[in-house]
Protein backbone atom coordinates (compact mmCIF):
# COMPACT_ATOMS: atom_id res chain seq x y z
CA UNK A 1 0.00 0.00 0.00
CA UNK A 2 1.05 3.54 -0.73
CA UNK A 3 0.91 5.64 2.31
CA UNK A 4 1.56 9.66 3.12
CA UNK A 5 1.73 10.30 6.46
CA UNK A 6 1.57 13.62 7.64
CA UNK A 7 4.26 14.52 10.89
CA UNK A 8 6.52 11.59 9.82
CA UNK A 9 9.45 13.25 11.39
CA UNK A 10 8.21 13.51 14.91
CA UNK A 11 7.82 10.93 18.03
CA UNK A 12 4.63 8.97 17.28
CA UNK A 13 4.80 8.98 13.21
CA UNK A 14 8.37 8.34 13.02
CA UNK A 15 8.18 5.06 14.99
CA UNK A 16 4.94 4.22 12.77
CA UNK A 17 7.10 4.79 9.86
CA UNK A 18 9.46 2.69 10.54
CA UNK A 19 6.43 -0.06 11.07
CA UNK A 20 4.75 0.44 7.98
CA UNK A 21 7.94 0.02 6.17
CA UNK A 22 9.38 -3.33 7.82
CA UNK A 23 5.85 -4.27 6.80
CA UNK A 24 6.67 -3.71 2.88
CA UNK A 25 4.41 -0.79 2.39
CA UNK A 26 5.64 2.61 0.24
CA UNK A 27 6.10 5.41 2.64
CA UNK A 28 6.02 9.10 2.18
CA UNK A 29 6.33 11.64 4.75
CA UNK A 30 5.01 15.03 4.90
CA UNK A 31 7.07 17.45 7.70
CA UNK A 32 7.83 21.00 8.18
CA UNK A 33 10.17 19.44 10.54
CA UNK A 34 8.63 22.57 13.28
CA UNK A 35 8.68 20.10 16.22
CA UNK A 36 9.83 16.81 14.56
CA UNK A 37 13.38 15.94 13.57
CA UNK A 38 15.60 14.39 10.14
CA UNK A 39 17.22 11.78 12.98
CA UNK A 40 13.55 10.25 13.28
CA UNK A 41 12.97 10.20 9.53
CA UNK A 42 13.03 6.63 7.98
CA UNK A 43 15.98 6.61 5.20
CA UNK A 44 13.58 4.03 3.15
CA UNK A 45 10.88 6.52 3.06
CA UNK A 46 10.32 9.76 0.77
CA UNK A 47 10.41 12.39 2.64
CA UNK A 48 8.84 16.46 1.66
CA UNK A 49 9.97 18.87 4.41
CA UNK A 50 6.44 21.18 3.78
CA UNK A 51 4.19 22.53 5.68
CA UNK A 52 0.61 21.34 5.54
CA UNK A 53 -0.77 24.68 5.55
CA UNK A 54 1.23 24.95 1.74
CA UNK A 55 -1.98 23.93 -0.55
CA UNK A 56 0.02 24.31 -3.71
CA UNK A 57 3.17 22.11 -2.39
CA UNK A 58 0.78 19.70 -0.53
CA UNK A 59 -0.98 18.97 -3.66
CA UNK A 60 2.03 18.18 -6.00
CA UNK A 61 2.69 15.79 -3.27
CA UNK A 62 -0.40 14.07 -3.62
CA UNK A 63 0.27 14.21 -7.46
CA UNK A 64 3.92 12.87 -7.40
CA UNK A 65 3.19 9.97 -4.76
CA UNK A 66 -0.25 8.88 -5.95
CA UNK A 67 -1.11 7.98 -1.85
CA UNK A 68 -3.84 5.07 -1.65
CA UNK A 69 -4.02 6.01 2.51
CA UNK A 70 -3.37 9.39 4.52
CA UNK A 71 -2.29 9.01 7.92
CA UNK A 72 -2.38 12.72 9.88
CA UNK A 73 -0.43 13.40 12.63
CA UNK A 74 0.90 16.85 12.02
CA UNK A 75 0.05 18.90 14.60
CA UNK A 76 0.69 21.97 16.83
CA UNK A 77 0.80 19.58 19.52
CA UNK A 78 1.26 22.28 22.84
CA UNK A 79 -1.36 22.80 25.08
CA UNK A 80 0.62 25.98 26.34
CA UNK A 81 1.14 27.78 22.82
CA UNK A 82 -2.53 26.74 21.86
CA UNK A 83 -3.51 28.88 24.28
CA UNK A 84 -0.85 31.67 23.60
CA UNK A 85 -2.10 31.24 20.04
CA UNK A 86 -4.90 29.71 19.39
CA UNK A 87 -4.87 31.36 15.85
CA UNK A 88 -1.54 29.82 15.07
CA UNK A 89 -3.15 26.10 16.73
CA UNK A 90 -6.28 26.51 14.80
CA UNK A 91 -4.07 26.85 11.14
CA UNK A 92 -2.54 23.97 11.96
CA UNK A 93 -4.87 21.70 13.29
CA UNK A 94 -8.09 22.67 11.66
CA UNK A 95 -7.05 24.42 8.39
CA UNK A 96 -4.41 22.43 7.88
CA UNK A 97 -6.52 18.91 8.11
CA UNK A 98 -8.97 20.66 5.53
CA UNK A 99 -6.05 21.01 3.16
CA UNK A 100 -5.04 17.36 3.82
CA UNK A 101 -9.27 16.37 3.44
CA UNK A 102 -9.28 18.61 0.42
CA UNK A 103 -6.79 16.88 -1.18
CA UNK A 104 -8.44 13.69 -0.37
CA UNK A 105 -11.49 14.14 -2.20
CA UNK A 106 -9.36 15.69 -5.46
CA UNK A 107 -7.40 12.65 -5.51
CA UNK A 108 -10.32 10.07 -4.25
CA UNK A 109 -8.07 8.31 -1.60
CA UNK A 110 -9.83 5.39 0.39
CA UNK A 111 -9.34 6.73 3.79
CA UNK A 112 -7.39 8.93 6.32
CA UNK A 113 -6.12 8.01 9.45
CA UNK A 114 -6.83 10.72 12.23
CA UNK A 115 -4.42 11.09 15.41
CA UNK A 116 -6.65 12.76 18.15
CA UNK A 117 -6.21 12.93 21.67
CA UNK A 118 -8.26 12.12 24.83
CA UNK A 119 -7.93 15.93 25.39
CA UNK A 120 -11.56 16.47 23.40
CA UNK A 121 -13.44 14.91 26.86
CA UNK A 122 -14.19 17.23 29.50
CA UNK A 123 -13.53 16.77 32.92
CA UNK A 124 -14.61 13.25 33.40
CA UNK A 125 -18.26 12.83 34.19
CA UNK A 126 -17.69 8.81 34.57
CA UNK A 127 -14.28 6.95 34.34
CA UNK A 128 -12.98 5.18 32.74
CA UNK A 129 -14.26 7.47 29.52
CA UNK A 130 -15.40 5.85 26.82
CA UNK A 131 -16.06 7.35 23.52
CA UNK A 132 -19.57 8.30 23.76
CA UNK A 133 -18.16 10.52 26.98
CA UNK A 134 -19.36 14.41 26.57
CA UNK A 135 -16.76 16.34 24.79
CA UNK A 136 -15.99 19.49 26.30
CA UNK A 137 -12.42 20.39 25.92
CA UNK A 138 -10.59 22.35 28.31
CA UNK A 139 -8.06 23.59 26.36
CA UNK A 140 -7.98 25.29 23.09
CA UNK A 141 -5.70 22.19 21.76
CA UNK A 142 -8.39 20.17 22.37
CA UNK A 143 -11.10 22.40 20.70
CA UNK A 144 -9.50 22.27 17.51
CA UNK A 145 -8.29 18.53 17.73
CA UNK A 146 -11.99 18.33 18.15
CA UNK A 147 -13.05 20.36 15.27
CA UNK A 148 -10.97 18.35 13.11
CA UNK A 149 -12.24 15.42 14.31
CA UNK A 150 -15.53 16.83 12.99
CA UNK A 151 -14.09 18.26 9.64
CA UNK A 152 -13.30 14.46 9.20
CA UNK A 153 -16.57 12.84 10.38
CA UNK A 154 -18.37 15.74 7.67
CA UNK A 155 -16.55 14.64 4.80
CA UNK A 156 -16.79 11.14 5.32
CA UNK A 157 -20.22 11.35 5.79
CA UNK A 158 -20.60 13.66 2.02
CA UNK A 159 -18.05 11.51 0.46
CA UNK A 160 -16.48 8.14 -0.43
CA UNK A 161 -13.32 8.82 1.88
CA UNK A 162 -13.16 6.96 4.62
CA UNK A 163 -11.70 7.51 8.27
CA UNK A 164 -10.50 6.09 11.18
CA UNK A 165 -10.23 8.26 14.34
CA UNK A 166 -7.88 7.91 17.19
CA UNK A 167 -8.21 9.25 20.50
CA UNK A 168 -4.88 9.14 22.13
CA UNK A 169 -4.26 8.63 26.32
CA UNK A 170 -0.75 9.94 27.25
CA UNK A 171 1.79 7.98 24.59
CA UNK A 172 5.28 7.90 25.29
CA UNK A 173 8.48 6.08 24.34
CA UNK A 174 12.13 7.02 22.93
CA UNK A 175 12.56 9.66 20.58
CA UNK A 176 9.67 11.18 22.55
CA UNK A 177 10.96 15.44 22.81
CA UNK A 178 12.78 15.86 26.27
CA UNK A 179 12.89 19.30 26.21
CA UNK A 180 8.55 19.62 25.21
CA UNK A 181 6.35 20.25 27.50
CA UNK A 182 4.16 17.16 26.92
CA UNK A 183 5.93 14.01 27.35
CA UNK A 184 6.60 14.30 30.94
CA UNK A 185 8.03 10.28 30.96
CA UNK A 186 11.19 11.90 28.66
CA UNK A 187 11.18 15.49 30.51
CA UNK A 188 11.92 13.39 33.53
CA UNK A 189 13.60 11.11 32.85
CA UNK A 190 16.03 13.96 30.89
CA UNK A 191 16.22 16.07 33.86
CA UNK A 192 17.27 13.16 36.41
CA UNK A 193 19.92 11.94 34.43
CA UNK A 194 21.33 15.39 34.80
CA UNK A 195 20.42 15.94 38.14
CA UNK A 196 17.47 18.17 37.66
CA UNK A 197 14.81 18.20 40.19
CA UNK A 198 11.69 17.75 37.85
CA UNK A 199 8.56 20.07 38.65
CA UNK A 200 5.17 18.59 39.00
CA UNK A 201 2.38 21.12 37.79
CA UNK A 202 -0.55 20.14 40.75
CA UNK A 203 -0.53 18.32 43.63
CA UNK A 204 1.11 15.00 42.14
CA UNK A 205 -2.72 13.41 42.11
CA UNK A 206 -3.53 14.29 38.83
CA UNK A 207 -3.92 11.37 36.52
CA UNK A 208 -3.32 10.67 33.13
CA UNK A 209 -3.87 6.96 30.94
CA UNK A 210 -0.15 6.48 29.58
CA UNK A 211 0.15 3.90 26.12
CA UNK A 212 3.77 2.77 24.99
CA UNK A 213 4.22 3.86 21.62
CA UNK A 214 4.62 -0.23 20.58
CA UNK A 215 0.65 0.00 21.21
CA UNK A 216 -0.24 2.97 19.45
CA UNK A 217 1.65 1.64 16.57
CA UNK A 218 -0.21 -1.88 16.29
CA UNK A 219 -3.50 -0.07 16.45
CA UNK A 220 -2.87 2.23 13.46
CA UNK A 221 -1.42 -1.02 11.69
CA UNK A 222 -4.57 -2.75 12.55
CA UNK A 223 -6.99 -0.41 10.65
CA UNK A 224 -5.17 -0.14 7.38
CA UNK A 225 -7.59 -2.87 5.36
CA UNK A 226 -11.48 -2.18 6.38
CA UNK A 227 -11.40 -2.20 10.18
CA UNK A 228 -12.73 0.31 11.83
CA UNK A 229 -14.18 2.22 9.38
CA UNK A 230 -15.97 5.34 9.88
CA UNK A 231 -15.06 4.83 13.75
CA UNK A 232 -13.50 6.57 16.63
CA UNK A 233 -11.20 4.80 19.20
CA UNK A 234 -9.85 5.48 22.65
CA UNK A 235 -6.38 3.73 22.28
CA UNK A 236 -4.98 4.23 26.34
CA UNK A 237 -4.23 1.48 29.12
CA UNK A 238 -7.26 1.52 30.42
CA UNK A 239 -5.51 2.68 33.26
CA UNK A 240 -5.61 5.76 36.16
CA UNK A 241 -1.83 6.94 36.98
CA UNK A 242 -1.00 9.72 38.52
CA UNK A 243 2.21 12.25 38.22
CA UNK A 244 3.56 11.09 41.59
CA UNK A 245 3.18 7.37 40.11
CA UNK A 246 5.26 8.32 37.05
CA UNK A 247 7.81 10.62 38.47
CA UNK A 248 8.39 7.63 40.83
CA UNK A 249 8.66 4.88 38.35
CA UNK A 250 11.04 7.43 36.63
CA UNK A 251 13.02 7.67 39.47
CA UNK A 252 13.11 3.76 40.57
CA UNK A 253 14.44 3.49 36.67
CA UNK A 254 16.94 5.91 36.67
CA UNK A 255 18.12 5.19 39.85
CA UNK A 256 18.86 8.42 41.64
CA UNK A 257 17.63 9.31 45.04
CA UNK A 258 15.77 12.77 44.09
CA UNK A 259 12.53 14.83 44.95
CA UNK A 260 9.91 16.45 42.66
CA UNK A 261 9.20 20.55 42.90
CA UNK A 262 5.50 21.34 43.01
CA UNK A 263 3.93 24.14 40.89
CA UNK A 264 0.67 25.54 40.18
CA UNK A 265 -1.53 23.10 37.78
CA UNK A 266 -1.42 25.02 34.04
CA UNK A 267 -4.13 26.06 32.38
CA UNK A 268 -6.07 23.69 30.02
CA UNK A 269 -5.50 20.69 32.12
CA UNK A 270 -7.68 17.99 33.05
CA UNK A 271 -7.53 16.68 36.68
CA UNK A 272 -8.62 12.90 35.59
CA UNK A 273 -8.34 10.85 32.66
CA UNK A 274 -8.37 6.87 32.38
CA UNK A 275 -10.12 5.76 28.67
CA UNK A 276 -12.15 3.07 28.40
CA UNK A 277 -10.72 0.67 26.07
CA UNK A 278 -13.28 -2.19 25.31
CA UNK A 279 -13.98 -0.89 21.73
CA UNK A 280 -10.64 -1.63 20.33
CA UNK A 281 -10.48 -4.48 21.98
CA UNK A 282 -13.41 -5.50 20.22
CA UNK A 283 -14.06 -4.15 17.19
CA UNK A 284 -9.92 -4.05 16.46
CA UNK A 285 -8.57 -6.97 18.38
CA UNK A 286 -5.94 -4.50 19.91
CA UNK A 287 -4.79 -4.31 23.34
CA UNK A 288 -2.10 -3.01 25.29
CA UNK A 289 0.73 -5.44 25.57
CA UNK A 290 3.32 -3.78 27.31
CA UNK A 291 3.53 -1.98 31.20
CA UNK A 292 4.12 0.96 32.22
CA UNK A 293 6.61 -0.25 34.23
CA UNK A 294 8.48 -2.01 30.71
CA UNK A 295 7.66 1.49 28.96
CA UNK A 296 9.07 3.50 31.30
CA UNK A 297 12.40 1.00 31.44
CA UNK A 298 13.00 1.02 27.46
CA UNK A 299 12.82 4.94 27.71
CA UNK A 300 15.51 5.18 30.20
CA UNK A 301 17.63 2.90 28.28
CA UNK A 302 17.15 5.11 25.64
CA UNK A 303 18.80 7.94 27.23
CA UNK A 304 21.26 6.24 28.59
CA UNK A 305 21.93 5.12 25.20
N1 LIG B 1 2.20 12.44 22.24
C1 LIG B 1 1.01 12.26 22.77
O1 LIG B 1 0.89 11.84 23.92
C2 LIG B 1 -0.25 12.53 21.96
C3 LIG B 1 -1.48 12.36 22.62
C4 LIG B 1 -2.65 12.58 21.90
C5 LIG B 1 -2.59 12.93 20.56
N2 LIG B 1 -1.38 13.11 19.94
C6 LIG B 1 -1.39 13.50 18.52
O2 LIG B 1 -0.48 12.66 17.83
C7 LIG B 1 0.14 13.40 16.77
C8 LIG B 1 1.65 13.27 16.86
O3 LIG B 1 2.09 13.82 18.11
P1 LIG B 1 3.60 13.67 18.61
O4 LIG B 1 3.56 13.52 20.08
O5 LIG B 1 4.31 12.69 17.80
O6 LIG B 1 4.14 15.14 18.34
P2 LIG B 1 5.43 15.64 17.54
O7 LIG B 1 5.52 17.11 17.79
O8 LIG B 1 6.61 14.81 17.90
O9 LIG B 1 5.03 15.37 16.04
C9 LIG B 1 4.28 16.28 15.25
C10 LIG B 1 4.97 16.39 13.91
O10 LIG B 1 4.19 17.25 13.08
C11 LIG B 1 5.06 18.16 12.42
N3 LIG B 1 4.31 19.37 12.12
C12 LIG B 1 3.78 20.26 12.99
N4 LIG B 1 3.16 21.26 12.34
C13 LIG B 1 3.28 20.98 11.01
C14 LIG B 1 2.86 21.65 9.82
N5 LIG B 1 2.19 22.80 9.88
N6 LIG B 1 3.14 21.09 8.64
C15 LIG B 1 3.85 19.92 8.56
N7 LIG B 1 4.29 19.26 9.65
C16 LIG B 1 4.00 19.78 10.87
C17 LIG B 1 6.18 18.41 13.40
O11 LIG B 1 7.38 18.88 12.80
C18 LIG B 1 6.36 17.02 14.02
O12 LIG B 1 7.30 16.25 13.30
C19 LIG B 1 -0.39 14.82 16.90
O13 LIG B 1 -1.45 14.96 15.98
C20 LIG B 1 -0.90 14.91 18.31
O14 LIG B 1 -1.95 15.85 18.42
C21 LIG B 1 -0.21 12.93 20.62
Redesign the pocket.
Known amino acids: MKILI????????SHLVDALISCGHKVSI????????MVNVNKLANFYK????DLDQLKTIFEIEKPDLIS??????SVRISEENPLNDAS??VV?TLNILNLCLYYNISKIIF?????VYSEPCYLPMDEDHPVDPKSI?GLS?LTAENYIRHFSKTSDLKHTIF??????GPR??PL?E??VVSIFTGQMLKGVQPIIFGDGNKTRDYIYIEDIVQANLNVLEDIGNNQTFNLGSGKETSDFEIFSSVRDHVGVNIEPNFANIRKGEARRVCLNIEKANKILKWSPQRSLNKGVLEVVKSFKK
Open positions: TGGAGFIAVDDLSSGDINILHHAAQTINGASTCAYKRYGNVFQNGAG
